[in-house]
């Protein structure tokens, strides 16, 4: 009998008729003897609709910390009918706002991180073998002020009371069956994976994988949360997000999945003085545009002259080559090019830390394939490289192969 | 400088259109020097919304703790709606849920009464100029779960929030712009009173005049909150509802207004022996039938026999007459006679107390104007008749005149 947290997102609960199904699908897991800690989201469309209200009172800019009473709502609403759920299906059950399990964060409002939560409340419950239903996203600051944790926070909300529960699992449950070794939209032979590394995850959700908010993985591994991916709509065991240690390293494949990012578009400040304070000089003044750079790379030329090459969104393409070409002179640059029709395609797997010769088998296989590289990027965990955006899906295929990712049933057909 | 608790209903926060005009006015209000507490309820429909999701999970009867949790959420949207109408406004405020202020009340999901309120913030808030908006209808038990006050419950809130802080009024923003001596649909001479006794609104709210909730009437007096009922929606100065101690009382007119109900239904058991328990033996059973009896009339006959007569809401009556038709043998009556076209009239004051020769005024009124009286029935400060539903209005504007309750202006016209 263990103690699990399981977590349902604004669509898994976004009718009467869904909140029903979630409700007998806990069913089943009590009948297995599991004790159950349950995590919803606003029912989908609710907090649209609830921000609309405030854009209407404030249209420039809420108030943070009454957004954060407004939005709150969205959750209450969703516990109180999942908890009717359970009981008229004859199962014990009693729901929580964050502010009644004292879910206590910062008092930075729509944005708030955990600072503690007091778990008697619900240890109480669970001994008297109720369910218990806690509303994710939201908590109380010290003031007793409501709060919001932005963005991805029910997830960081299941999260963290896994952690002071210390249950033996935290379940997300999204509209996803897992996590994939790349999209199966673009490689039909993707396989779901069983486990993957926090790391992993880590790198496969910065690129672009988005099955759970990286908030959400960072504090799984900080506190050994183990996490698990799963569909509400289908049944399965989804993936198992683990930090594994060396020992069991020592059994991962080399590379675990292949990512990408489609909305990256290049840009190069061409013959340009190599001296220190070059790489400010130029991002210096993007990030007060409030543009987020990716990868950067710089060469280093023969002539004391360099290139400077870096990604930024798609979205902020214009924008920076027109603030650059009017400062060309000022940077001393002999040109600035750029490029907004190409892709980001990334190697993930912590087997590449152990082993020696992971870039080769990535180049030789895009080589084959025909597939030029404009920019390489290494961590220890992943590699990426630049390609045109039309190579794409022939990129994935070929990684995908190269290191034998495919599922091998689906491969034999 | 006073201290006002002004309370809006759902009406007058129903769409963000109206929450900017209630902003509009409070700012009005604290140009006037005045602090001010503002309750408010679930924007008008929310709660209707909410119950049917509840309905559609729960179908028989919704769990009462969890039912409490959903609706408390229409409040709270509300509190953080207008709050932001303020800040965009440039006026200093914070909104809190019931629970954040301490509003504590006993356990009685969706009819909590209030046991205690901690006014500490909501002082410190005020001495910091700022306004306060709390939510009303909620309010939060020993054991921190989220309890409901029932119909007409933010009245209460506002009422007991007033007595805690010791305001200066409680102002109780409806869509009627006060009190009236009579229905202005029926008498159109009807007039605003400036003033009216607790115990003189009670009866008229009893009575059919329904403009306050009577629990939050009942609960003004017994902390002796003046209470004022102003309209949300014209300018004015509504009806001042006050305990009168025996100084003003002599003051006051001998009858302060005309109440009546249109609802009623008449039953008369005739010819049942006159003997201990007859009462009993009629009205338990139909208690048991869960209807409501209202006006309880017995006459003494000449022959040990007597007529038992009561009224009921109409909507009971067949109900009420086939079950004592079928019982007649039993309580050994001669026959069972009914009447579903009376209505109840009835003058209220607390002059009456101190003054004879009311009642012969009104029914020499009455019977100036040919109404018959099928029903009489007294209290301290009402006298109530009965009489057939088409002399109506004929007899609320006898008694108006006979009163001198009418609008001298109107009247002059």
Redesign the interface.
């Known amino acids: 009998m263990a103690l699990l947290v399981k977590k349902f997102g604004g669509t898994s609960v976004g009718t ?1 008729e869904r ?2 199904a979630v409700a007998d699908q806990l069913v089943a897991a009590r009948q297995e003897g599991h004790d159950l800690v349950v995590v919803v989201s606003a029912m989908s469309g609710e907090t649209n609709r ?1 921000v609309a ?2 854009d ?3 249209p ?1 800019a ?2 943070p ?3 954060d ?2 939005l ?2 969205g959750e ?2 969703t ?3 999942l ?3 359970l ?2 299906r004859g199962v014990p059950a ?2 929580y ?1 964050g ?2 399990v004292r879910i206590l964060t910062d008092s930075s409002h729509s944005k708030a991180r955990i600072v503690e939560i007091d778990q008697q ?1 619900i240890q109480n419950d669970l001994s008297k073998g109720r369910v218990v239903v806690v509303a994710g996203f939201q908590g109380l600051d010290a003031e ?3 709060t919001t944790l932005g963005r991805g926070g029910s997830d960081t909300s299941a999260v963290a009371l896994a952690a002071a529960l210390q249950a033996q699992e935290c379940q997300i449950y999204t509209d996803v069956d897992g996590v994939y070794t790349t999209d199966p939209r673009v490689e039909p032979r993707a396989r779901r994976m069983e486990k993957i590394t926090f790391e992993e995850m880590l790198e496969m959700a910065s690129l672009g994988s988005k099955v759970l908010q990286i908030r959400a993985v960072e504090f799984a591994g900080k506190y050994s949360v183990p996490l698990r991916v799963l569909s509400s709509f289908k049944p399965g065991n989804g993936t198992l997000i683990t930090y594994d240690d060396e020992g069991t390293e020592m059994e991962q494949a080399l590379v675990s999945g292949i990512a990408f990012h489609r909305d990256e578009a290049q840009i190069t400040v061409c013959g340009i003085p190599d001296q220190p304070g070059t790489a400010f000089s130029i991002l210096g003044p993007i990030a007060d545009l409030n543009v987020e750079v990716d990868m950067i790379v710089q060469n280093v030329g023969a002539d004391d002259l360099t290139d400077f090459t870096f990604t930024v969104n798609r979205a902020d393409y214009a924008k920076v080559m027109s603030f650059l070409e009017e400062r060309k002179d000022e940077l001393g640059a002999a040109s600035i090019i750029g490029n907004n029709r190409i892709n980001k395609l990334s190697i993930v797997g912590v087997g590449m830390r152990s082993h020696a010769g992971i870039a080769s088998i990535m180049f030789h296989a895009l080589s084959e394939a025909g597939v030029n590289l404009r920019m390489i990027s290494t961590s220890e965990i992943k590699i990426s490289v630049v390609i045109d955006e039309k190579y794409l899906e022939l990129g994935v295929r070929a990684l995908h192969e190269a290191f034998e990712l495919g599922d091998d049933e689906v491969e034999g057909d």
Chains 1, 2 share one sequence.
């Open positions: 009467t909140i029903k609830l209200l405030a209407d009172i404030m420039d809420a108030d910390r009454e957004l009473v407004l709150s709502t209450q609403v516990i109180a009918l908890t009717m759920a009981l008229s009693k729901s706002t502010g009644q409340k007793g002020d409501i």
